[in-house]
């Protein structure tokens, strides 16, 4: 695996906060490095091509935005109807993750969903439509009560921490 050079530890360091609202945030990061919109495109393809970089994706503050219900519902699903109650799951708006989980002596739940909605009657409602719509029965809901502070992975920090 190619090494990072001072230039990738930069646009690591850029690229790990918040994404710039702007019309064109790639050529604001260049900026912020030091280099042209181009090679920072450029070096971020390889980054990603060499597996150095897993991937990129938008974060929504779904409290913010509106979406104060959160539940994480946990299901009772057959082994070979994994793949197929994914892509069930995965096609509603409402779920945000899906994952498989082993279960355990007194928790039969191997999948999990994260449902997002306005309130837990329409949580309750999502819950009920995935049921019927991938054919489960079973499910728990468990409901957030509190949200703890989300912050990104940090990255070549200890060279901020030594300039400060």
Request: glycine fraction near 4%; hydrophobic fraction near 35%.
């Amino acid at each position: 695996m190619e090494k990072l050079d001072e230039i990738d530890r930069k646009i690591t360091r850029a690229m790990k906060g918040d994404f710039p609202l702007v019309e064109e945030p790639y050529k604001e990061i260049a900026a912020q490095v030091g280099i042209e919109e181009e090679e920072l495109l450029r070096r971020l393809r390889r980054l990603k091509e060499n597996g150095q970089i897993r991937k990129m994706g938008a974060v929504l503050q779904h409290r913010a935005a509106g979406y104060t219900s959160n539940v994480l519902c946990a299901w009772v699903v057959p082994p070979e109807r994994m793949d197929e109650t994914a892509r069930c799951m995965c096609a509603n708006p409402a779920v945000s993750h899906c994952y498989d989980r082993d279960t355990a002596e007194d928790w039969p739940y191997n999948v999990y969903t994260m449902i997002h909605a306005k309130s837990r009657e329409e949580c309750e409602a999502v819950a009920a439509a995935l049921a019927a719509e991938c054919g489960l029965e079973e499910r728990v809901m468990l409901y957030s009560v509190k949200e703890w502070k989300k912050t990104s992975m940090r990255y070549f920090c200890e060279e901020e921490e030594g300039s400060a």
